[in-house]
T-cell receptor
Framework: QKEVEQDPGPLSVPEGAIVSLNCTYS??????FMWYRQYSRKGPELLMY????GNKEDGRFTAQVDKSSKYISLFIRDSQPSDSATYLC?????????????FGQGTILTVHP | DTEVTQTPKHLVMGMTNKKSLKCEQH?????MYWYKQKAKKPPELMFV???????INESVPSRFSPECPNSSLLNLHLHALQPEDSALYLC?????????????FGPGTRLTVT
């Protein structure tokens, strides 16, 4: 069993749709949760980071963490063609200020006009 | 400013060449990273430097040699690479303040080994 599971998709939605991206994890030591967006042939871009359970909103993006279920989500409202990219969840255990991120496999999202 | 810069953007090298990848950040982060990413895969950690000291080496072959000259710079020296080493090489830096942890990536160097 992988430490972080993410549905690779691909996911195709019409413009304006609400997109839900999800990851599950198995290690209770994970404390820091991040979502990255990666366009083709570019580096990952940090979209959201969260620590505690609950919701965090930034514009059209909402990150949700449920530590009791070991489940994290990213919601994209009013999706745009420019949101078409690969979305990676990344999780880090607590402790040191540096350390290994454990990534999901990434979900490929296409938003068509 | 959350920018991590990397040079060069593209690199083609033969198996007998020696080359270096460079990374720079001016966010005051004290941890810096090298990752390797193959197509349609997530980034794979190679090395971590914390306060300019090598803290993690993920059993990377010795043909990859990292160097951290100062807190803002990170190099990756390449020698005698194999074609399977062709990939996107990503640099990253991070900081943690209590509940906040952020790791930022550079745009990457696309390496082709011929």
């Amino acid at each position: 069993q992988k430490e972080v599971e993410q549905d690779p998709g691909p996911l195709s939605v019409p413009e304006g749709a609400i997109v839900s991206l999800n990851c599950t994890y198995s290690n209770s030591a994970f404390q820091y949760f991040m979502w990255y967006r990666q366009y083709s042939r570019k580096g990952p871009e940090l979209l959201m980071y969260t620590y505690s359970s609950g919701n965090k909103e930034d514009g059209r993006f909402t990150a949700q963490v449920d530590k009791s279920s070991k489940y994290i989500s990213l919601f994209i409202r009013d999706s745009q063609p420019s949101d078409s990219a690969t979305y990676l969840c990344a999780i880090k255990a607590g402790g040191t200020s540096y350390g290994k991120l454990t990534f999901g496999q990434g979900t490929i999202l296409t938003v068509h006009p | 400013d959350t920018e991590v810069t990397q040079t060069p953007k593209h690199l083609v090298m033969g198996m007998t060449n020696k080359k270096s990848l460079k990374c720079e950040q001016h966010m005051g982060h004290r941890a810096m990273y090298w990752y390797k990413q193959k197509a349609k895969k997530p980034p794979e950690l190679m090395f971590v430097y914390s306060y300019e000291k090598l803290s993690i080496n993920e059993s990377v072959p010795s043909r990859f040699s990292p160097e951290c000259p100062n807190s803002s710079l990170l190099n990756l020296h390449l020698h005698a690479l194999q074609p399977e080493d062709s990939a996107l090489y990503l640099c990253a830096s991070s900081q943690r303040h209590g509940d906040i942890y952020e790791q930022y990536f550079g745009p990457g160097t696309r390496l082709t080994v011929t």
